[in-house]
């Protein structure tokens, strides 16, 4: 199984950042599998964002739920996440993930 995220590099403040992790060697509707975004800004540790399962369920970090929405494609075998309202204290490298299995993770900086 591989994931790669893919996205923009910059977002000014206030917009929405959109990222896609596109999913080979597995479906996103297999049993048991949860497709999560995480990210780390800039010399700060893992903060876990939110992730969507099998069945189309969605999950949020609490501190974020507002802000964030993750959906799924299967006809395209990927996953979705957008950040409204964004600041530059959203800077960070942004990764999907299910299990052990990661993105390579993408850096999405903040700013005008």
């Known amino acids: 199984v591989q994931l790669q995220e893919s996205g923009p590099g910059l977002v000014k403040p206030s917009q929405t950042l959109s990222l896609t992790c596109t999913v080979s060697?597995?479906?996103?509707?297999?049993?048991?599998?949860?497709w999560t975004w995480i990210r780390q800004p800039p010399g700060k540790g893992l903060e876990w964002l939110g992730a969507?399962?099998?069945?189309?369920?969605?999950f949020y970090s609490p501190s974020l739920k507002s802000r964030t929405s993750i959906s799924g494609d299967s006809s395209k075998n990927m996953f979705t996440l957008q950040l409204r309202s964004v600041t530059p204290d959203d800077t960070a490298v942004y990764y999907c993930?299910?299990?052990?299995?990661w993105g390579q993770g993408t850096l999405v900086t903040v700013s005008s």
């Open positions: 969507i399962a099998d069945s189309g369920s969605t």
């Open positions: 993930n299910s299990g052990r299995i």
């Open positions: 060697g597995r479906h996103i509707t297999t049993d048991v599998y949860v």
